[in-house]
C-alpha cells in the first residue's frame, strides 16, 4: 500500500471501519509513524464527540449494578496479605488455568492436577490479563487484547529477581487471549516483565516495559 | 529499561493530570488514574459520567437492548482492568473511555451479524427522553447533528455508517457503489472537516458549559 493510502486509514481506523485484518494490518504502522499517531489521536476524539450525538437513553440501573458487582467480585479475590493484585484460585482463576492448559497440551495434565494446590493469578499492570503461577513456579502469561508484536520484533518475556533480568522466552502477541508459558520458573517475590525485542530475542532487555506483573 | 526500576515505575499509579472541568470537581483523567488503583468508588463515578453516553451508542450500534448493555458492561470492565494502560499524554479520558466502548459494540455488532438496511433512523427514539436529559447533553447533541449535517452527503454518509452502523470500509464502498479508495479518501476529508467544524461549535475541546451556535 502506497503512503498517503495508508496514512488515509486514519480516519477508517479512529471510526472502527477497518476489518480486524486490516486494523491489524495498520497498527503496525501506527507504532512507528508519528504522523498517523497524531491524525489517529485526533480522529479519535472526533469519533468520541460523534457518540454525543445520539439521543440516549438511561441505562437500564441494573447495568450499573452488575458492572459494579462484576469489578468488586474481581477485587474481592485480592489476597490482602500477599500481592496487591494476587487472586485466588476461585473460578476465574480456575477458568483462565484452563486457557492456559487448553493452550498448552503438554500443561494441561499438570495444571489440572495443580488446581486443587491453588495456582495463583496476578493481574497484568499495562495490559489486560494474568500471570498464572503454579506453586512450583511455573509460570504462564494471559494476556488479553495483545497487539501484535511489530515486523522484525518480537515480545519478550524476563523474570527479575535482584537486578538482572533473565530471558523467558519470546511470543508473538495477536490473538484475542494470547497463551505464553515462560520458558523459566518464576521464584517467590520475583517480577515478570514483557518487553519488545529484535526477532528473535535478547539477552538482556532493550526495549520498554510493555506490562508486568510481580509473582509477590 | 533494564531493571525493576522501569517496572516499579510503571506500576505507579497515579500519572500527569489535566483538569478539563472546574477546579472543584475530579478530572475525568484524576478519576481514571484512582480506577487503575483498583478504586470502586472512582469506576462508579466514571460510570455515572459516561454510562448513559456509552449505553446510548451501543445501542445505536446494536439496535438491541441487551446486546448494547452487554457492551457497555464488557466495555466498563476492560476499563477497570486496563485503567493503568491508560496514558493521559495520549488521548482524554473520555476519549479513552468511549473508543473502548465503540470498539466493543463494533466487534460485538460484526459478530452477531445483526446491521439491518435501516441503520441511519434511530430506532430507538426514547419518548421524553428529551425532558429527561441535562440541558448541556441535548445542547452537546445538537452541536454534533449540526456538525454533521454541514458535511457534504458524500462525506456524511460513510462516517455515519462506519461509526453508528459498525460497517467496514470495504462494506461501505460495496454499500455504496463507490471505489475502496473514494470511500477512504472521503472519510478522511470528512472526519477532518467535522473536527473543524466542532472545534468552531466549540465542542471538540471539551467547552461545553458554554455551547455556542454561531458557526
Known amino acids: 500500500m502506497e503512503r498517503t493510502g ?16 486490516e486494523r491489524e494490518e495498520f497498527e503496525e504502522h501506527l507504532a512507528h509513524c508519528t504522523e498517523c499517531k497524531e491524525t489517529v489521536a485526533a480522529f479519535h476524539d472526533t469519533a468520541a ?10 441505562p437500564p440501573p441494573e447495568l450499573r449494578a452488575r458492572i459494579l458487582d462484576e469489578a468488586r467480585g474481581e477485587r474481592e479475590n485480592v489476597v490482602a496479605l500477599r500481592p496487591r493484585w494476587a487472586l485466588r484460585a476461585t473460578g476465574a482463576v480456575a477458568a483462565v488455568a484452563a486457557v492456559a492448559a487448553i ?13 486443587g494446590d491453588r495456582p495463583e493469578a496476578f493481574r497484568l499492570e499495562g495490559a489486560s490479563g494474568q500471570l498464572v503461577l503454579t506453586p512450583d513456579g511455573d509460570a504462564a502469561l494471559i494476556v488479553n487484547d495483545l497487539a501484535p508484536a511489530p515486523a522484525g520484533k518480537t515480545y519478550e518475556a524476563w523474570v527479575i529477581e535482584g537486578e538482572t533480568p533473565k530471558p523467558a522466552g519470546t511470543f508473538a502477541g495477536g490473538e484475542t487471549q494470547t497463551a505464553f508459558a515462560l520458558t523459566r520458573t518464576v521464584p517467590d517475590g520475583a517480577t515478570v516483565a514483557v518487553t519488545i525485542e529484535p526477532a528473535g530475542g535478547s539477552e538482556s532487555p532493550t ?6 506483573a510481580s509473582g509477590a | 529499561m533494564t531493571s525493576t526500576g522501569a517496572v516499579l515505575a510503571l506500576r505507579a499509579a497515579p500519572r500527569g493530570e489535566r483538569v478539563m472541568r472546574g477546579a472543584a470537581e475530579t478530572s475525568d483523567e484524576s478519576l481514571l488514574a484512582r480506577v487503575a488503583g483498583g478504586d470502586e468508588a472512582a469506576l462508579a463515578e466514571l460510570y455515572d459520567r ?46 479513552w473511555v468511549l473508543t473502548l466502548v465503540h470498539r466493543r459494540a463494533v466487534d460485538l455488532v460484526r459478530r452477531e451479524e445483526r446491521r439491518r438496511t435501516d441503520v441511519l433512523e434511530p430506532e430507538l427514539e426514547p419518548a421524553g427522553g428529551s425532558a429527561a436529559e441535562a440541558a448541556e447533553t441535548r445542547d452537546r447533541r445538537v452541536a454534533v447533528q449540526r456538525a454533521l449535517a454541514q458535511l457534504p452527503e458524500e462525506q456524511r454518509r460513510p462516517i455515519e455508517l462506519a461509526y453508528y452502523g459498525g460497517f467496514t470500509q470495504s462494506e461501505l464502498a460495496d454499500r455504496l457503489g463507490e471505489p475502496l479508495g473514494t470511500v477512504k479518501s472521503r472519510m478522511f476529508t470528512g472526519l477532518s472537516r ?17 455551547p455556542e451556535f454561531t458557526s
Request: net charge negative; no cysteine.
Open chain 2, 194 to 210: 467535522l473536527r473543524e467544524l466542532l472545534e468552531e461549535s466549540g465542542q471538540e475541546e471539551e467547552r461545553w458549559n458554554e
Open chain 1, 6 to 21: 495508508i496514512h488515509e486509514l486514519s480516519a477508517a481506523y479512529a471510526l472502527d471501519a477497518l476489518s480486524a485484518d
Open chain 1, 207 to 212: 526495549g520498554d516495559v510493555q506490562f508486568s
Open chain 2, 50 to 95: 459516561f454510562g448513559r453516553v456509552a449505553y446510548g451508542l451501543a445501542l445505536r450500534v446494536l439496535r438491541d437492548e441487551r446486546l448494547a448493555e452487554d457492551a457497555v458492561q464488557e466495555a466498563f470492565l476492560a476499563i477497570w482492568r486496563q485503567a493503568a494502560s491508560y496514558r493521559p499524554d495520549r488521548a482524554k479520558a473520555q476519549t
Open chain 1, 103 to 115: 493452550a498448552f497440551g503438554i500443561w494441561a495434565a499438570s495444571l489440572h492436577n495443580q488446581l
Open chain 1, 49 to 58: 464527540s460523534l457518540a454525543h450525538g445520539v439521543e440516549a437513553p438511561k
